[in-house]
């Protein structure tokens, strides 16, 4: 009877006494930060760059994201694994010599090809920064493995000031441009690749000399010994979080074909904006979720981390979600300016599907955990899938909104089953996860959306109707820390 019960104990203080909330807190407070420095100077970043600006930074930054993500082979999930700490030394060093090598060669690819690219994109101004991009993938790539690294050592503290450093200086570069007359899409690139060294240089300082001046004897057997231990994760895990990529940026890449760099520039915009709130808590809570959820997995008890951290995220999310639905446009038009109007309807339309990613994203690494990466790829390509006909079908028609529209019901639909198959992976049933994500905040949303919607029939200020939603989000986020107190302030 022991037996049986020891296993449930210690699972059930995953979330308490080892402090998972307080660590996502630790890791998530760099950047919370990082992002209330994004969104604060968003309304002066709007009015000294143009749309076409935010476009083209979109477009480079979608080459740089979705090649950083898989430049060390996705070799770097694999670094939170193994239980001896010079495997995962080793693990770091085979993702840092596939990330140089890798980063060398597209980056070479991408500059050849750079006007082809650029006249694809309708972007000509695109071809004079595809130079950078080997340079920038070579960092984002060493940033992703460190990462994890820091994670493995718990060390969220480091990951949080990394963060926090990156958003702050790349934002101080792109304002202090256009102030100074140098407002361009070449000045918003630069700003994001300064940021990131900055976190590179940071989030490295304590662990480069014990990785590099540890290393076991005949490194190069140790190296394919564990290569060939985790090929998975190139054989299914790459091309999963390549489509994934894809999936995330090809929107930028269609609008541009379809339409231009300004469209492009709305939704890069309206998207930033409406994940970026959301990032900071589910970026966090992903990477810690990672650790615990090993730790979860060996006790037999991933389903009860799977509900705490689906309820949780329920309940941070839906309610905000609800309010820049009803008040995106008027919102946008009200702290960037009428030129972004257009953003602020795409915010609305991507809504409910942003609250569905937030809930999915941090519970994936799931995936991972439980050896099912084909599973993943799976699911990743349906969403790519659904991205494409969503697009074309908006360009066909040349309507950007319906393209906006059709992507996030593709969204809700396919990262809904996506939660529903993790859930049932760990023993939870779909109505359990449905209720999981709904059944906490039914009220309060109903309450919110009722009365948002009067001030807006009777056509009240919206500084009145901001006000309001204001009061009701500080009410319902105090009142969900008091009964998460000895959660919150639980001992790591």
Same mark, same amino acid.
């Given at each position: ?8 104990? #210690? ?7 080892? $402090? ?5 807190? =630790? ?48 070799? +770097? ?5 193994? =239980? ?18 890798? &980063?060398?060669?597209? $980056? /070479? @690819? ?11 994109? #309708? ?26 690294? !820091? ?9 949080? %000031? ?6 702050? %200086? ?34 490295? /300082? ?19 010994? /564990? ?27 269609? @609008?541009?074909?379809?339409? &231009? ?22 970026? %966090? ?11 979860? !997995?060996? /006790? ?37 300016? &009428? ?40 699911? !990743? ?29 593709? $969204? ?16 939870? &049933?779909?109505? +359990? ?51 998460? #107190?000895?959660?919150?302030?639980? =001992?790591?």
């Amino acid at each position: 009877m022991s037996t049986q019960q020891e296993p449930q104990s #210690k699972s059930q203080t995953l979330l308490s006494k080892k $402090g998972f909330i307080k660590d996502t807190l =630790k890791l998530g407070s760099g950047t919370a930060l990082g992002q209330v420095v994004l969104i604060l100077s968003m309304p002066v970043l709007s009015r000294i760059y143009t749309p076409e600006h935010f476009g083209i930074t979109s477009l480079f930054l979608a080459f740089v994201l979705i090649l950083s993500r898989v430049s060390g082979l996705r070799y +770097e999930i694999a670094i939170m694994l193994p =239980k001896q700490q010079t495997h995962a030394r080793v693990l770091f060093v085979l993702v840092t010599l596939i990330t140089v090598i890798f &980063s060398v060669i597209t $980056g /070479l @690819l991408l500059w050849v090809l750079r006007h082809t690219i650029a006249d694809v994109l #309708k972007s000509p101004q695109l071809s004079e920064y595809m130079w950078l991009t080997g340079p920038a993938i070579l960092i984002y790539g060493l940033v992703n493995a460190l990462n994890y690294w !820091n994670t493995r050592q718990k060390r969220y503290k480091t990951l949080a %000031a990394g963060r926090m450093s990156n958003n702050t %200086a790349s934002t101080a570069f792109q304002l202090t441009g256009g102030f100074t007359g140098f407002a361009s899409s070449g000045t918003l690139i630069t700003g994001l690749v300064i940021g990131k060294i900055i976190e590179l240089f940071l989030i490295s /300082l304590k662990s480069i000399p014990y990785l590099f001046t540890s290393l076991p004897s005949r490194l190069y057997k140790k190296i394919v010994v /564990l290569a060939k231990r985790y090929k998975k994760f190139p054989q299914f895990n790459i091309w999963s979080i390549l489509v994934n990529n894809i999936s995330w940026y090809v929107p930028s890449f269609m @609008l541009a074909i379809f339409f &231009s760099p300004k469209i492009v520039g709305w939704y890069a915009i309206g998207e930033r904006t409406i994940r970026a709130p959301m990032n900071f808590i589910g970026l %966090a809570i992903s990477q810690v979720f990672f650790q615990r959820g090993s730790e979860a !997995n060996r /006790l037999n008890n991933l389903d009860k981390l799977f509900r705490d951290t689906v309820g949780m995220l329920s309940r941070i999310g839906l309610l905000p979600t609800i309010i820049i639905t009803l008040l995106g446009k008027d919102l946008f038009i009200l702290l960037l300016g &009428s030129e972004w109007a257009e953003a602020g309807v795409y915010v609305q339309l991507l809504g409910l599907w942003a609250f569905i990613w937030f809930i999915t994203s941090p519970v994936s690494p799931i995936i991972s955990i439980i050896e099912k990466q084909e599973m993943g790829l799976l699911f !990743n390509s349906i969403i790519l899938i659904s991205r494409l006909v969503a697009l074309v079908i908006g360009g066909v028609l040349k309507s950007p909104i319906i393209a906006i529209a059709l992507l996030g019901v593709g $969204g809700i639909l396919s990262y809904c089953a996506l939660l529903f198959w993790i859930g049932k992976s760990v023993n939870v &049933s779909i109505p +359990e996860t449905l209720g999981l994500l709904f059944k906490n905040n039914i009220l309060w949303s109903l309450f919110t959306t009722i009365f948002v919607l009067l001030f807006k029939y009777f056509h009240l200020s919206i500084y009145l109707i901001i006000f309001f939603t204001v009061i009701v989000l500080a009410i319902y986020y105090f009142i969900l820390l008091q009964k998460n #107190k000895k959660i919150f302030y639980a =001992k790591s």
